[in-house]
């Protein structure tokens, strides 16, 4: 199983984002997917996750309001659209899959099966 993330970079505070993850080598939509990020210095932390069906995400609360997650099986990808960006955003952005998630877990890194290589999001105040 392979997923790679996209669509990270610099941008001011304020701006927008629109993150990818694509998966490979799997059966995408049996996976609960999710994002993490770790800024320099912290342990990696929830962001987001978005079950098989992509009904009802679950956000972290300090980006309700702010961020969207979606999926689209179909093209075995799953986008995470950041917008109002605060440089306290700025983290490398990690997407991870997982087979045995469940409302007690997602929050837990350690129960994810896949993780991508993590794209760094940058945003300048």
């Known amino acids: 199983v392979q997923l790679v993330e996209s669509g990270g970079g610099l941008v001011q505070a304020g701006g927008s984002l629109r993150l990818s993850c694509a998966a490979s080598g799997c059966t995408f939509s049996s996976y609960v997917m999710c994002w993490f990020r770790q800024a320099p210095g912290k342990e990696r932390e929830f962001v987001a996750a978005?079950?098989?069906?992509?009904?009802?995400?679950y956000y972290a609360d300090s980006v309700k309001g702010r961020f969207t997650l979606s999926r689209d099986n179909a093209k075995n990808t799953v986008y995470l659209q950041m917008n109002s960006l605060k440089p306290e955003h700025s983290a490398i952005y990690y997407c991870a899959a997982g087979s045995r998630i469940y409302y007690n877990n997602y929050r837990d890194d350690m129960d994810y099966d896949y993780w991508g290589q993590g794209t760094q999001v940058t945003v300048s105040s």
């Open positions: 978005i079950g098989q069906s992509g009904a009802s995400p």
